[in-house]
């Protein structure tokens, strides 16, 4: 799943070698953190977080055949409530 993450947030950053995911995992769910270069947090986000969100449902999908609950934490990103 790693690996995953990180090709496409590579695909998707400018700086792709400050890209790494740390891996916190928990009795009920897997928690990838997802560290990039700091000018390439919005991007990685995208207008509105959709591109954050899509991110997410691709992670979600792929977890259902590894029948393990995953969760993408975006370091450096703002929650949504402190964002407006």
């Not at 995953?4 to 400018?14: C, G, M, S």
């Not at 995911?21 to 560290?35: A, F, G, K, S, Y």
């Amino acid at each position: 799943m790693c690996a995953l993450v990180i090709e496409i947030a590579k695909a998707l950053v400018d700086e792709d070698e400050d890209v790494r995911v740390d891996v916190l995992v928990e009795p009920e769910t897997t928690t990838l953190q997802l560290h990039v270069a700091e000018g390439d947090v919005a991007k990685l986000i995208g207008r509105h977080g959709h591109t954050a969100r899509s991110l997410r449902t691709i992670i979600s999908a792929a977890s259902m055949k590894l029948k393990r609950r995953y969760a993408l934490d975006i370091a450096g990103a703002k929650p949504w409530h402190e964002a407006q």
